[in-house]
């Protein structure tokens, strides 16, 4: 019981645990991997504004993944993310878009017009 009342208040002890061995795995990366994993989880989380910390802490985890298998087998960062990081990062975010602020305004946005239109048909 008393563990409930504390996540309600600090968030989930579980999802931060999660969070801590994701930060640890990054730093066993090569440094050349481990500057491109960060520089990516810094634009993933701004950009892409992942509410849901079970949905951030699978993003965070499979990209860790991702990095770990690369470096086992010697890929260079650009067979990773291609010429153009952004749209690696973007794409790879698509796989997390339920755990995004945006989508709560959009289903707000969406009820909104719909009650408002059911109201005007006669």
């Known amino acids: 019981m008393a563990m409930g009342w504390i996540e309600q208040v600090t968030g989930s002890l579980e999802q931060k645990k999660q ?9 066993q990366l090569p ?22 910390g079970e949905t951030l802490v699978k993003m965070l985890e499979d990209l860790a993944d991702l990095f770990e298998q690369s470096a086992a ?7 990773i993310v291609g010429d153009d990081p952004v749209e690696f990062a973007e794409t790879f ?3 997390y878009s339920e755990g995004q602020w945006i989508n709560k305004e959009r289903k707000r946005l969406n009820e909104a017009i719909e009650s408002v239109a059911k109201e005007e048909v006669p």
């Open 19 to 27: 969070y801590k061995q994701y930060k640890a795995r990054t730093k």
């Open 31 to 52: 440094a050349n991997y481990r500057t491109a994993i960060e520089a990516l989880e810094r634009y993933l989380t701004y950009f892409g504004a992942i509410t849901k």
């Open 73 to 79: 087998n010697g890929a260079p960062i650009r067979d």
């Open 93 to 95: 975010l698509q796989n």
